[in-house]
């Protein structure tokens, strides 16, 4: 049972899942991905919405993610399970720590063209009108922002590790290290949603 979180949250490939997985191997912390956890329990994202609708995934996401901030150290949330009036009431409390990742429509055309597996996102149009509408929300949940436009992770990971050390977070008593000052290359993560 996890007693705080470190929470991402934020639009389409903003980098929630990169950034969250390579932090909590940093803090050596227990790490969930609720698209992964959604997809490992009802199939993939990309053919549940197109056959189950966008309710009824909202709604078992919504069970996902009440689970994942109860029993993980790190979590990703999908792009919109902040549309859940609930998973916005667990996110305002202060034993989460939200990061808010955003990037410039730029930075998300060059992520997302050519992909297929993201049902609610036709093109970089799609995102813009999604971000803006969804951008209070973000805003108001976020402790700290980071933008992730044309900028390698491990810039990233520094800015949040940096964030957490300057609030004393208990997460990062197990992160002794220096500032990273290089990416690893990793696998394609967003296929398997
Ligand atoms: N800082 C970055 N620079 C370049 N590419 C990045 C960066 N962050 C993420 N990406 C790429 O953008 C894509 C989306 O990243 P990721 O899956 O981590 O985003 P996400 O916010 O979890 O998206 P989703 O909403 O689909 O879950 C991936 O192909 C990833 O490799
Ligand atoms: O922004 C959204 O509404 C979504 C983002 C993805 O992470 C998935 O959770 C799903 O494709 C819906
Ligand atoms: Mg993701």
Same mark, same amino acid.
């Given at each position: 049972?996890?007693?705080?979180?470190?929470?991402?949250?934020?639009?389409?490939?903003?980098?929630?899942?990169?950034?969250? @997985? =390579? $932090?909590? %191997?940093?803090? @050596?912390?227990?790490?969930?991905?609720?698209?992964?956890?959604?997809?490992?329990?009802?199939?993939? $994202?990309?053919?549940? +919405?197109?056959?189950?609708?966008?309710?009824?995934?909202?709604? #078992?996401?919504?069970?996902?993610?009440?689970?994942?901030?109860?029993?993980?150290?790190?979590?990703?949330?999908?792009?919109?399970? +902040?549309?859940?009036?609930?998973?916005?009431?667990?996110?305002?409390?202060?034993?989460?720590?939200?990061?808010?990742?955003?990037? *410039?429509?730029?930075? +998300?055309?060059?992520?997302?063209?050519?992909?297929?597996?993201?049902?609610? #996102?036709?093109?970089?149009?799609?995102?813009?009108?999604?971000?803006?509408?969804?951008?209070?929300?973000?805003?108001? #949940?976020?402790?700290?922002?980071?933008?992730?436009?044309?900028?390698?992770?491990? %810039?990233?990971?520094?800015?949040? =590790?940096?964030?957490? @050390? =300057?609030?004393? *977070?208990?997460?990062?008593?197990?992160? %002794?290290?220096?500032?990273?000052?290089?990416?690893?290359?990793?696998?394609?993560?967003?296929?398997? %949603?």
């Amino acid at each position: 049972m996890a007693s705080m979180s470190l929470v991402f949250i934020g639009p389409p490939a903003a980098g929630k899942s990169r950034a969250g @997985k =390579r $932090i909590a %191997q940093r803090l @050596k912390s227990s790490y969930a991905d609720t698209d992964k956890l959604f997809s490992r329990d009802h199939g993939a $994202i990309h053919e549940f +919405i197109p056959r189950e609708g966008e309710p009824e995934f909202r709604r #078992l996401e919504r069970e996902i993610v009440a689970a994942a901030l109860r029993d993980y150290e790190v979590v990703s949330l999908g792009g919109g399970a +902040i549309l859940d009036a609930d998973t916005q009431r667990d996110l305002e409390r202060d034993e989460h720590t939200v990061i808010l990742l955003v990037a *410039s429509p730029a930075a +998300i055309e060059e992520r997302i063209t050519g992909r297929t597996n993201r049902p609610l #996102l036709s093109g970089i149009d799609s995102w813009i009108a999604t971000y803006e509408t969804r951008k209070p929300i973000y805003d108001r #949940l976020a402790d700290l922002t980071v933008d992730t436009s044309f900028r390698p992770m491990w %810039q990233v990971v520094n800015d949040v =590790r940096r964030y957490l @050390k =300057r609030t004393n *977070s208990p997460l990062v008593t197990r992160d %002794q290290g220096d500032d990273e000052t290089h990416d690893t290359p990793e696998v394609e993560e967003t296929a398997e %949603q």
